[in-house]
């Protein structure tokens, strides 16, 4: 059964600091989903990882895949507020209308 | 561009009555997926189906039955309601047979409250 773990679960930072989010997952994959969730809103997908060695980037995000460490982190650079939203990396992709598993996600806070 | 259509946007039902959702996917994708997401947890997978017929099946109550139409839009139909099954409800598609990375775009959700 897979496992999706995330990292921090909860994240306070300041505007104009940089972090990580980490996602380590218990299972091969060749591809990873990062999506982010206003509260009570629907699922925006961000970012799909194709391959070992993948790098996204959009605005002040970035997004990388580690496939032989199960591993895929979501950078973020300069943090603003309107970032403040909940972040769910998700795999694995296992084939045709492959389902996917969310991790737990990271609820950020950006203060000023 | 065309969205993820879901319907009703709100319901409010009483313990044992039934509900139907229904999913609109975007135009042209062939699978719809169902997921169920509690408060303050991570969505969890409850369906799929490719082509009409389904093709994955995850922690759905035996409540709970859904299907595909000839139109692709699907419905999930959930009976003996519970005050447990309250959640928002997320309908995603994606085109399985073309495009890269098979992603899936959500809809906006069903919040369902059972009273």
């Known amino acids: 059964e897979l496992k999706v773990e995330q990292n921090p679960l909860f994240l306070s930072m300041q505007e104009g600091k940089n972090y990580t989010i980490y996602c380590n997952y218990s299972?091969?994959?060749?591809?990873l989903y990062w999506y982010r969730q206003d509260p009570g809103k629907s699922l925006e997908s961000l970012f799909v990882?194709?391959?070992?060695?993948a790098v996204k980037q959009e605005g002040r995000l970035m997004a990388s895949l580690d496939t032989k460490a199960r591993l895929s982190t979501l950078h973020i650079t300069a943090a603003v507020h309107d970032l403040s939203a909940t972040y769910f990396c998700?795999?694995?992709?296992?084939?045709?209308?492959?389902?996917?598993?969310f991790g737990t996600g990271t609820r950020l806070q950006v203060t000023l | 561009a065309a969205g993820v259509i879901q319907s009703p946007r709100h319901l409010i039902k009483e313990k044992r009555e039934t509900a139907t959702l229904k999913c609109y996917p975007i135009?042209?994708?062939?699978?719809v997926y169902w997921y169920q997401q509690g408060p303050g947890q991570d969505p969890q997978f409850l369906i799929s189906f490719y082509e009409k017929m389904q093709s994955d099946k995850g922690s759905i109550p035996d409540r709970f039955s859904a299907q595909q139409f000839s139109d692709y839009h699907s419905e999930l139909n959930m009976s003996s309601l519970e005050l447990g099954d309250s959640a928002l409800y997320f309908c995603?598609?994606?085109?399985?047979?073309?495009?890269?990375?098979?992603?899936?775009?959500f809809g906006p959700g069903t919040r369902l409250t059972v009273l």
């Open positions: 998700a795999g694995p992709y296992t084939g045709t209308a492959s389902k996917l598993t």
């Open positions: 995603a598609s994606s085109l399985v047979s073309g495009g890269p990375g098979n992603e899936q775009f």
């Open positions: 299972t091969t994959s060749d591809r």
């Open positions: 135009p042209r994708h062939d699978t």
């Open positions: 990882l194709l391959s070992n060695g």
